[in-house]
C-alpha cells in the first residue's frame, strides 16, 4: 500500500464503466485497480490489498453480492461500496442494511459525488 494514494479496486464487467470510473477517481487523486468479474475481483483483493472496493452487483461470473460476502469473509476491514444502476429500494436496503456495506452510489453518479464517497469510505 502506497502510503500517499489511497488504492481503490473498481469492479464492473462493463468496460466503458470501469474506464469512466477510473478516469473519474485518479482525477481525484486515487490510484485505481480494475477487474472485470467477481473471480477477477477477489484475485485482485489477495494481490493488491486495496484500501476500498466499488462494486458492480449485476455481473456474469459471480453477482456482486455474492463477491461481497467473499471479500467480507476474508478481509473484513476493507469499505465496499454498491455501485450499480439497481437503484431500487430492495436493492439498497440490501446492500446498506443487510450485508452492511459502507455506501451505496447508483448510477449514473456526478464526478464530484463519487469522488467524496470514495474519500469518506477511505477516509480522507
Partial sequence: MDNDVENVLVVDDEP???EL????LESGGFKTILATSGMEALSQIDKTKPDA???DIMMPDMDGWDVFRKIKEKNSGIPIAILTAKA???DRLL???VLK???YITKPFGKNELIGKVR????I
Fill in 120 to 123: 469518506k469510505l477511505v477516509k
Fill in 88 to 90: 431500487q429500494n430492495i
Fill in 53 to 55: 472496493v466499488l462494486l
Fill in 16 to 18: 466503458d464503466a470501469l
Fill in 21 to 24: 470510473v477510473k478516469l473519474v
Fill in 101 to 103: 456495506a459502507d455506501d
Fill in 95 to 97: 446492500g446498506l442494511h
